[in-house]
């Protein structure tokens, strides 16, 4: 297997309820390491850039709304199978379809407010990563 990194955002309705750090100790716990993490208020136009694939979805205007409400955590989390081992820590998109003990399932009560983001492919991984990192806030762990 190999050390991937993949992008993940604490969504507003998470940063709201307090548990960054309860999200934050999930990755660890899993093995996952935070190598770069930050907190922002996205603009509108920042959060339609990061959702572009979705554009043409009836929920796009809901989702944009919803990224721009309040603050988010993004992070770079690094690890073993990092993009796969993260989607799973998450749980379904849709919290009601999420497995017992993931973040949707603990965290997130509706599809439209579901606490985390995870990058689905090692492509969307490296795209987001710079959508909002440069390489020079990434920090790989030396020791
Ligand atoms: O990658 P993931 O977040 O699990 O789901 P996507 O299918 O990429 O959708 C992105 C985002 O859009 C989802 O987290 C919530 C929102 N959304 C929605 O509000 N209603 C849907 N029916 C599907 C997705
Ligand atoms: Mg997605």
Redesign the pocket.
């Known amino acids: 297997m190999a050390v991937e990194r993949t992008f993940s955002i604490v ?1 507003p309705d998470a940063v709201a309820k307090n548990v960054i750090g309860e999200i934050y100790s999930r990755f660890e716990r899993a093995g996952l390491k935070i190598i770069a993490s930050k907190m922002m208020h996205m603009s509108q136009e920042k959060a339609e850039g990061f ?1 572009a ?2 554009k043409e ?3 796009f205007g ?2 944009v709304e ?1 990224m721009t409400s309040g603050p988010v955590m993004v992070q770079v989390l690094e690890g073993e199978n990092a993009i796969k081992a993260n ?1 799973e820590i ?1 749980g ?3 919290p009601a379809e999420a497995l017992r003990g993931t973040l949707r399932a603990d965290y997130a009560v ?5 606490a ?3 990058s ?1 492919a090692p492509e969307s991984a490296a795209r987001e990563i710079a959508y909002f990192f440069s390489e020079d806030e990434l920090c790989p762990r030396t020791r």
């Open positions: 969504k959702y694939e979705h979805r009836p929920f809901a989702l919803f989607r998450m379904a998109t849709n509706t599809v439209d407010e579901n985390v983001h995870g689905d």
